[in-house]
């Protein structure tokens, strides 16, 4: 296996997913017409406004050929759980899951993508708008997604995302021990070549749970430390030199 980010006990998952299932086309589309974000909460007592206003939400792509286990993956970081069967996704499926890091709630939104080119060419512009974080992903027993993923990268430089915005590289289903074609150190090497931190895992086996959520993990504390920084520059350009406590201290973020 090879690097990976653990999660340790200043990052705390607090809730259950929500699972949003499959978007239609429109809702996917106005839910991202708006920077940043809002929740999808219909509950509009003061209280739960308050708290929508105040919770960050990052959105996160997870790209790949389809089959390579996108919904899997995601299912297993927001559900905690395999799902029994999947079906090709059509368009996006959205899942958000509420996690701490280091005293902050922050919304982590997975934009489960479509791999199959008929179901995702309308979509495409909406994945890659205001996106925050890019998860790509590959099948560790097909050689085929592992060489497909530089169409892929492509595909997201095309879309102008800055290359400030954080990408991670995982080979799935490594539990298929006997079956695997992508050996570890040429993934590594292509990960390096990318900036990409490389996750080798199993959204299939449960003792790989931790590691699955450290893949989200590791870009939510990624986040959280940059835009600290950005709201910091934006205090000192307005020239309101009034540090927030995210950039007085320094971050011990795991990630
Ligand atoms: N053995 C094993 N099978 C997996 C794993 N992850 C996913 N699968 C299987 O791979 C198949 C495809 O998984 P999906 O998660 O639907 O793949 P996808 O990338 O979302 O595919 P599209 O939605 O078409 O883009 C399913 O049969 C899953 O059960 C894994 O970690 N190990
Ligand atoms: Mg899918």
Redesign the pocket.
């Known amino acids: 296996m090879a690097r990976r980010n653990r999660a340790d006990d200043n990052v705390t998952i607090l809730t259950s997913s929500t699972d949003f299932h499959r978007a239609s086309r429109s809702r996917a589309s106005s839910s991202n017409d708006a920077a940043p974000i809002l929740t999808s909460s219909v509950d509009l007592s003061t209280s739960s406004l308050e708290l929508s206003i105040q919770t960050r939400i990052f959105k996160i792509i997870v790209i790949?050929?389809?089959?390579?286990?996108?919904?899997?993956?995601t299912?297993r970081f927001t559900g905690g759980s395999?799902?029994d069967?999947?079906?090709?996704?059509i368009g996006v499926d959205f899942r958000e899951k509420a996690v701490e890091i280091e005293g902050e709630t922050i919304k982590v939104q997975v934009w489960?993508?479509?791999?199959?080119e008929r179901?995702r060419k309308s979509m495409v512009e909406h994945y890659y708008r205001n996106v925050h974080a890019v998860v790509f992903?590959y099948?560790v027993?097909k050689m085929a997604s592992f060489r497909n993923l530089q169409t892929w990268i492509e595909e997201c430089n095309g879309h102008r995302v800055s290359a400030s915005v954080p990408r991670v590289l995982v080979g799935?289903?490594?539990?298929?021990m006997d079956h695997i074609q992508v050996p570890s150190n040429m993934a590594l090497k292509f990960a390096d070549a990318h900036n990409m931190l490389l996750f080798e895992?199993?959204?299939?086996?449960p003792r790989?749970s931790q590691n699955v959520d450290s893949i989200f993990m590791s870009l939510a504390c990624r986040l959280k430390a940059q835009k600290s920084l950005l709201y910091r520059d934006v205090e000192r350009e307005d020239g309101r030199v009034r540090l927030t406590q995210a950039t007085e201290t320094k971050s011990n973020c795991p990630c």
Do not use: I
């Open positions: 790949g050929d389809s089959n390579v286990g996108k919904t899997c993956l299912f395999f799902p069967k999947t079906e090709a996704t489960d993508t479509a791999g199959q179901f992903v099948d027993t799935n289903k490594c539990d298929l895992t199993s959204a299939k086996d790989e």
